[in-house]
């Protein structure tokens, strides 16, 4: 932790970058339907959430245009892999930056546009402490927000004029939509297996976060599959699953009020995550309740009991967040020394231990 908070800090390395995203935003998403315009907005207003994507986005582009000189650490060939070098001290405001700026804009959209139509799909009244989409509208509105969200961000994921960086995002707007429906639709005796609830979390958190990394790095001139855009992707990778995993621990530890949406949703949604697949790892009994998604009464009672009573589940669940956080500093390190990287380690740490 001490050594944590020598790093830069990640939020306020950006804040000056990100304040014209806000404003730009808005505008973006304006609609000449005055009831999407305010439906799609209202998530870049005050109710803006904590910017992770964003702001990793924007960190990332510094970070590998660090890259451009040095090459990988510890790598001498690594000049050779980038296709168009640029000066790390001319990137902030070149043409190359202001592609990451506005790919960071898109992340968010996609993201946002995700979490209005998940608000109808689990049926979730709150979001980012105030009312959901669907609930100051309705679940039309909020689908077809979501959807002219998606939209407006094809639109600008298209003006970038790179094909791959169009193909890479549009795999992860497939991959966010296989995540859900793996949700919805394993067969009970997967929803037992650590490795679908992994793959699902890849899927619906960690696909976004990793093929935005990847396609930052292609933005800032290095090669598909150079060691830099790998590491990038890497870390995206590890760094979605260690936040999903935290997301998931949230729902059992965490206050609704302070994390501005509803707690212990996943399990009345029919969803084992975790701190419970771990639990029923140690005690047979939760294995039917988990197989059947706590659909009879006093199931869940049951299920948060094991879990309260085990003194591993809830531990294994943390280990677990830590290991992917671990794996994710590991990729980072693979990008030379920069103010950027040390700052994307610190958010790392933070995505570990925070509360909301
Ligand atoms: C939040 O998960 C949901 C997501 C990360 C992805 C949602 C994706 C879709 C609804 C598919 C449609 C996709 C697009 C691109 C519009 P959660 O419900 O576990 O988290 P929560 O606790 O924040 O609600
Ligand atoms: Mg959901
Ligand atoms: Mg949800």
């Known amino acids: 932790d001490k050594f944590m908070k020598k790093l830069p800090e990640p939020f306020k390395l950006v804040e000056g970058e990100l304040q014209p995203f806000s404003d730009s935003i808005k505008e973006l998403v304006s609609s000449d339907q005055p009831v999407l ?8 207003e005050k109710r803006h959430g904590k910017r992770f994507r964003p702001t990793i986005v924007q960190l990332m582009a510094a ?5 451009n000189v040095e090459g990988l650490a510890g790598d001498s060939s690594g000049a050779s892999k ?15 930056w202001r592609r990451q700026a506005q790919l960071g804009q898109i992340v968010e959209m996609i993201h946002v546009a995700s979490l209005i139509h998940d608000d109808v799909l689990d049926e979730a009244d709150t979001r980012r402490g105030g009312e959901a989409v669907h609930k100051l509208y309705s679940n039309k509105v909020a689908v077809l927000a979501g959807d002219y969200l998606l939209a407006r961000a094809s639109v600008l994921l298209a003006r970038l004029e790179n094909t791959a960086v169009v193909q890479i995002m549009a795999t992860a707007l497939e991959s966010l939509v296989s995540g859900e429906i793996m949700q919805l639709k394993s067969p009970p005796e997967s929803l037992l297996q650590m490795d679908t609830y992994l793959r699902k979390s890849y899927y619906k958190t960690a696909s976004l976060v990793c093929y935005a990394c990847r396609s930052v790095a292609l933005l800032g001139g290095h090669a598909y599959n150079s060691e830099v855009a790998t590491a990038c992707e890497e870390f995206g990778y590890h760094l979605g699953l260690a936040y999903q995993v935290q997301d998931d621990i949230l729902d059992f530890t965490g206050v609704a009020s302070v994390l501005g949406k509803p707690a212990l949703a996943d399990m009345d949604l029919g969803l084992s995550t975790a701190p419970i697949l771990y639990a029923a790892q140690e005690y ?5 309740l988990v197989m059947r998604r706590f659909k009879k ?3 869940k009672q049951t299920a948060l009991e094991h879990l309260f009573k085990s003194e591993t589940a809830m531990k294994k669940a943390n280990d677990l967040a830590m290991f992917h956080a671990e794996k994710a500093i590991e990729a980072l390190l693979r990008l030379p020394e920069s103010e950027a ?7 790392t740490w933070v995505v570990i231990t925070r509360k909301k």
């Open 63 to 67: 970070a590998v245009a660090a890259s």
């Open 284 to 288: 047979s009994a939760l294995r039917p």
């Open 297 to 299: 009464s006093g199931d």
């Open 341 to 347: 990287r040390n700052a994307l380690v610190r958010l």
């Open 82 to 96: 980038i296709s168009t070098p640029i000066n790390p001290s001319n990137h902030k405001g070149s043409e190359v």
């Open 37 to 44: 315009s305010m439906a799609a907005k209202h998530f870049f």
